[in-house]
């Protein structure tokens, strides 16, 4: 039995209006990965050219939940028939043809590929496992598509391929969205402030206060001396600052800092001007402070 398939989310244009063709693949597996990296980034036309073997278990077992893909990919004989209403052809190749052909990179073709689909069908063409497309095949493309790999071991497994271009149009259709570039799925959440994190930016003040008490539990345990401070709390600071902590984390901290207090026997932001004697038992056994 086939997994189920969760329902398909992209763009209808390019669902339908951009093609991914593949020519005389040997193994179905391939075909099933190739059906799954699709549906990954929301396409779903799939057009197969003389298959060695299609269908089968192994393609829709490979295919993970896209066996929808399958269910609809369309067989043909020979790549003209597959290209037969598309007025734009990209095809996957390496460098180094005899006779220079115009060759773009995943983006660029990316983008001639959703442009050209807004009048008509566009194809990106994909070749046999052992030896790509044909120079006659090639012919049949307005460009060429060069991945640029490791020069040292450049071949790409099928799916593998595919899964670059479908992804270069998945960025490209999120960029399109409403708030362009500040999609949702592409903004960054790195730090407090930025939409979808959970708790709000620490305050000027609470921060200071966190440095404030850091200090003096640090000097209660015996690791910080006032009289000789070097750049101990500066270097903190910045280390600290360089994290922009939120409220909670600061009041996490803060708790850490006074359960050590309390296990050296000193009150939170008491200011004595001698370390605890635990405090300076471990700052010997530590080799002195920063």
Known sequence: MHKPSPP?????LYQDQIRIVLVET?????????????????LANLWLVNPNSFPDEASYARAAGASDILDRAQVVPTLKEALEDC???????A??????????PPPQAAEIAA???????????????NHGLSNDELHLCHYHIHIPSNPDYSSLNLAMA????CYELRMLFLRTLEGGEGSPYLKPMTSPGDPGWDVPAARAGDVEGFFQHLEQ???????HRRENPRQLMSRLRRLFQRARLDKLEVNILRGILTAVQKTAGK??????????QAGSQSAKQEGGHV
Do not use: C
């Not at 595919?162 to 271009?165: E, R, S, Y």
């Not at 009150?267 to 605890?276: F, L, R, W």
């Open 162 to 165: 595919v899964q670059v271009m």
């Open 8 to 12: 398909l989310e992209g763009p209808d």
């Open 217 to 223: 539990a640090l000097y209660d345990v015996g690791f």
């Open 87 to 93: 007025t734009m052809v990209l095809g996957t190749s």
């Open 95 to 104: 460098r180094g043809r005899k006779l220079p052909w115009p060759v773009v």
């Open 115 to 129: 442009q050209s689909s807004q009048a008509a069908p566009a194809a990106l063409v994909f070749g046999r496992e």
């Open 267 to 276: 009150a939170e932001g008491t200011d004595n001007t001698e370390p605890t």
């Open 26 to 42: 040997s193994h179905s597996g391939n075909i099933g990965a190739v059906a799954r990296a699709m549906k990954n980034m929301g």
